[in-house]
């Protein structure tokens, strides 16, 4: 049974009990993403305090990958360096990409290496990069916040990413 | 043969099982050497021997352009292409086999329909109101979405019951001396639902309205006879129907076939061309520009006579008894809930459900890991689905080559993954 090989105990226990789910203030960004080819969806929100990720919140509906992909993604960014964060979605990404080949560093990725397994399944890698996708925008467009001048038009907070079924 | 396999459909015996040694590809196995369990033909139908060897001979014997070589083997392959229209023609009802117009599948076929009322004769103006449904797919909505967006015209639509039926209740309102065009699917890709065409067309016909009939999941399942239907344009897909994909059909009424303006422009359907301006063909060729699909047009008749020498009868009498069958063997599944209606009463052979909370793409993937293959998402199906409140669903869909066990196979199959999210 290669089932196991996609649906990791990991997998299923974030599934269950996803971690910082819901959606919280303060924040500086939301963005809406959706996987067009299923409907899932997901509304994250980003705060950052510098150079800090001091709060991903964020509602989602989708498969148990899509699911567990945000929970996992929260707990790798959350209190850390936004350059933290962004070395993961880099590593994390790679991953999906590698069809099963990739042996991920786990001091970078933790709970994530339990994705290998999914990456060999070219049609739920989607589900798993949907919630790293939607960070990755937010989290550039707030940083973008930072740098303009106060009371400066804000691009548009909430964007949809255009669809490539 | 045993009983399983064996029903009585008129006084014809149906033999499930013979069905199945033409379809090859029903022998593979997949994953950990699991036997290949398809309930995916509302997706794409499986293709028999009969049509497969259409498709070789066609390109090792006779493959040459069509009416315009003038050699022996481009007479044959024009022979060929054109002695399958005549068959398609017979098939559904067509008097005339020239209103047969050959396109890529059904969404060209119905975007056909809705750029040829953006202008000419027939083209649409502010005010002018297009009716559609909401159960129907997005190659029904979208063009006619575009249509209105290109013409300033209004779209409109029929909702859908909580039993996954078309509610007719406003009809009179919604379809009025301002429609123009309304456009329906004739069996739901979704809920499975077999429309009141009848009824639609008496309403629309009496304004003064064109009825186009998306009968994509139809023509495959049921005896369809487009002239007692009663509708204008009627579209729909090989690749749905034991043919090849790249083919697709639309029927039109003569008259306004020829009355309506030229779609795609280019080879084949000119009559003569200046610097200035062309003159079109005539029917069916002013509709079929360029070098068409012209094996896959020659596998489309090969499939036509697979399916008329089972008959049409008889292929819908199999398909009501394995969805009668399939919808008792689902409604045992606790936290199952069906998209449309529950009962083989005026309904096709899809069925979309839910499963308790279990995405539809987890249901799908321990289905697959049992060979069970399913399709899970919105079935581009998206204002439907949000009408029963649900972003996407899992659905099985049988065919004729689909058997008792296999519906078994699928409910052992759901009952696994409600232990693995449990």
């Not at chain 2, 495959?220 to 994909?245: E, N």
Request: aromatic residues 6%.
């Amino acid at each position: 049974m290669q089932l196991e090989s996609m649906y990791q105990e990991i997998i299923l226990d974030h599934y269950r009990k996803p971690h910082h789910k819901g959606l919280r203030e303060p924040y500086d960004v939301e963005v809406h993403h959706v996987n067009p080819t299923c409907g899932d969806e997901i509304t994250l929100r980003v705060k950052l305090d510098g150079d800090t990720v001091t709060d991903v919140s964020y509602d989602s509906a989708g498969c148990s990958i899509s699911q567990a992909s945000a929970s996992v993604l929260t707990d790798l960014v959350i209190g850390r360096a936004v350059e933290t964060g962004l070395v993961a979605h880099g590593e994390f990404l790679a991953l999906m990409q590698s069809k099963g080949a990739a042996t991920p560093d786990e001091d970078i990725l933790e709970d994530a290496v339990a994705f290998t397994g999914v990456s060999k399944y070219p049609a739920r890698v989607k589900c798993a990069l949907l919630s790293w996708m939607a960070w990755k925008d937010a989290t550039a467009q707030a940083r973008e916040k930072q740098f303009e001048p106060a009371g400066g038009i804000s691009p548009a907070a909430a964007s949809t990413p255009e669809g490539t079924s | 043969m045993n009983s399983d396999s064996m029903t009585e459909v008129g006084t014809i015996a149906y033999d499930v099982e013979q069905l199945r040694k033409d379809f090859p590809i029903l022998e593979r196995r997949v994953h950990d050497n699991q036997s290949l369990v398809y309930l995916d033909s509302a997706n794409t139908s499986q293709k028999p021997r009969q049509v497969l060897d259409a498709l070789a001979e066609f390109y090792e014997q006779h493959n040459s352009n069509i009416h315009r070589a003038t050699h022996a083997l481009g007479e044959e392959a024009t022979a060929g292409y054109e002695d399958a229209r005549l068959k398609v023609a017979a098939f559904i009802g067509a008097p005339d086999p020239e209103t047969v117009i050959f396109t890529k599948n059904s969404t060209e076929a119905l975007n056909l329909v809705a750029n040829v009322m953006t202008w000419g004769p027939r083209g649409l103006k502010p005010g002018d109101e297009v009716v559609i449904t909401e159960m129907e797919h997005h190659s029904n909505i979208v063009p006619w979405q575009i249509l209105c967006q290109r013409t300033g015209a209004t779209l409109r639509w029929f909702g859908v019951t909580d039993d996954g039926r078309l509610d007719m209740s406003a009809i009179d309102e919604l379809i009025n001396e301002r429609t123009k065009v309304v456009s329906l699917v004739h069996v739901s890709n979704v809920l499975g639902t077999l429309n009141p065409v009848a009824a639609v067309v008496a309403r629309a016909h009496a304004v003064g309205a064109l009825v186009v009939l998306d009968a994509s999941q139809s023509v495959p399942q049921l005896p369809v006879d487009v002239d007692a239907l009663g509708v204008d344009f009627v579209a729909f897909t090989g690749h749905k129907m034991c043919g090849p994909t790249g083919i697709g059909v639309l029927w039109g009424r003569r008259e306004l076939l020829e009355e309506l303006p030229p779609f795609l422009g280019g080879g084949e359907m000119i009559e003569t061309v200046t610097m200035q301006a062309s003159t079109y063909a005539g029917l069916p060729h002013k509709y079929e520009a360029g070098t068409p699909p012209i094996a896959q047009v020659v596998g489309l008749g090969a499939a036509v006579d697979y399916l008329s020498n089972i008959g049409m009868d008889a292929v819908a009498a199999h398909e009501k008894q394995i969805t009668a069958y399939a919808l008792e063997a689902l409604a045992t599944v606790s936290g199952l809930r069906i998209l449309g209606p529950t009962t083989a009463v005026d309904r096709g052979g899809a069925i979309s459900f839910t499963l308790g909370d279990i995405h539809p793409h987890d249901v799908a993937q321990i289905l697959d890991g049992y060979g069970v293959a399913v399709r899970a998402g919105h079935h581009c199906g998206r204002p439907i689905h949000q009408r029963f409140g649900v972003s996407a669903s899992t659905r099985a869909s049988s065919y004729l080559y689909t058997t008792q066990s296999e519906i078994d196979a699928l409910v052992v199959g759901l009952e696994k993954a409600k232990r693995f999210f449990d």
